[in-house]
């Protein structure tokens, strides 16, 4: 990826390669915390938020700390995006898993499907 490519604070980009693993992650989320055990998907999915969101604050007080921000990564664009993927890759394999219809494959096809859109979106964004 080249430099120009990459989200900064000068430059903001909603969606970009990390994108997928914000995603990903939230589909890892989900098996994580049903895992656990004595949660519904709707209060792992609000645990799930407010732990991506405190991630994502971590990068917004870094990127937008004293100085010259302008070349450092992660513009709050940015940090909205990969809010929204995580949210996405969380409800998508918790839609797949509650039907009996759907097997567990029908949720690496959502990974498969939704990181081959998040690419695509960034190389017409780019």
Do not use: C
Request: proline fraction near 5%.
């Amino acid at each position: 990826m080249h430099r120009e490519d990459r989200d900064t604070v000068g430059s903001p980009k909603i969606l970009d390669l990390w994108t997928v693993v914000h995603f990903v992650s939230g589909v890892a989320a989900f098996f994580v915390l049903a895992a656990l055990g004595g949660l519904t998907p709707g209060s792992g999915f609000i645990i799930w938020m407010l732990l991506h969101l405190a991630y994502e604050i971590k990068d917004f007080v870094l990127a937008y700390a004293p100085g010259d921000a302008r070349k450092r990564p992660n513009s709050w664009q940015n940090s909205m995006g990969d809010q929204l993927a995580a949210a996405v890759g969380y409800g998508l394999a918790a839609a797949a898993s509650w039907s009996p219809r759907r097997p567990m494959a029908s949720a690496l096809t959502s990974v498969l499907v939704w990181g081959l859109t998040s690419l695509g979106a960034y190389a017409v964004t780019g």
